[in-house]
């Protein structure tokens, strides 16, 4: 079935720098899509959300990027901090929501 | 309440009996989901409640597992004869519809663990 995917599964980045986590997609129908980070033994945290009429949305250090065309979506994180370190999800959804499989992002001091 | 509330936090039960785990939505949010992540994995969908329509079971792996909800409010997700494999946390989330741009908020999961 269709589903949503990662690229990537574990991603190591030095603090300060730029991170960016990549998700393919494959549902055509999928209208809205979010991005997670889950810190070890808690719950998914919302980061930022995109609808399918955007291409790019920005928040406080995060920009979620969007390619229809090739079904990509991607979460660049900015000036990578310690507190970054977590797996990060993204999420697609038409009613319910759908998870990829994930990313570990680890932040080098 | 302010956030998702899940209980129990933490459960450890032997193979063959049955749970339930609890959930407790943000106030008035109508659409409610359940998913399981086993560790180290990804989060895999369970069921989804939406008002008072008929729930999506799509995602329950066998018929020993079911859920409910009263109204648009608490839900139980249930466990029949547990097994190794159910080893995971059981997370729960909720949000004001189900249309697109609704954002979904997470409890901080149920941990279960079958020995």
């Known amino acids: 079935g269709e589903n949503v995917g990662l690229h990537l599964p574990t991603l190591s980045v030095q603090e300060g720098d730029n991170s960016i986590i990549n998700c393919a997609y494959s549902?055509?129908?999928?209208?809205?899509f979010i991005w997670y980070k889950q810190e070890s033994g808690k719950g998914p945290q919302f980061i930022i959300d995109?609808?399918?009429?955007?291409d790019k949305r920005q928040g406080q250090r995060v920009t979620v990027l969007l390619n229809k065309t090739v079904k990509h979506l991607s979460l660049q994180i900015a000036a990578t901090q310690p507190g970054d370190s977590a797996v990060y999800f993204c999420a697609e959804k038409i009613n319910d929501m759908r998870f990829g499989a994930g990313t570990r992002l680890t932040v080098k001091p | 309440g302010a956030g998702v509330s899940q209980s129990p936090s933490n459960k450890v039960t032997e193979k063959g009996k049955d749970v339930e785990l609890r959930c407790d939505p943000i106030s008035g949010h109508t659409a409610l989901y359940w998913y399981r992540q086993r560790l180290g994995q990804g989060l895999e969908f369970l069921i989804y409640f939406q008002g008072n329509s008929a729930p999506d079971k799509s995602g329950l792996p066998s018929d020993r597992f079911s859920a409910e909800r009263t109204g648009e409010s608490v839900s139980t997700l249930t466990i029949q004869r547990t097994q190794q494999e159910d080893s995971a946390v059981y997370l729960c989330?909720?949000?004001f519809g189900q249309g697109s741009g609704n954002t979904i908020y997470f409890g901080e999961g149920s941990w279960l663990t079958v020995v």
């Open positions: 995109i609808r399918s009429n955007m």
């Open positions: 989330a909720s949000s």
């Open positions: 549902n055509s129908a999928s209208d809205y």
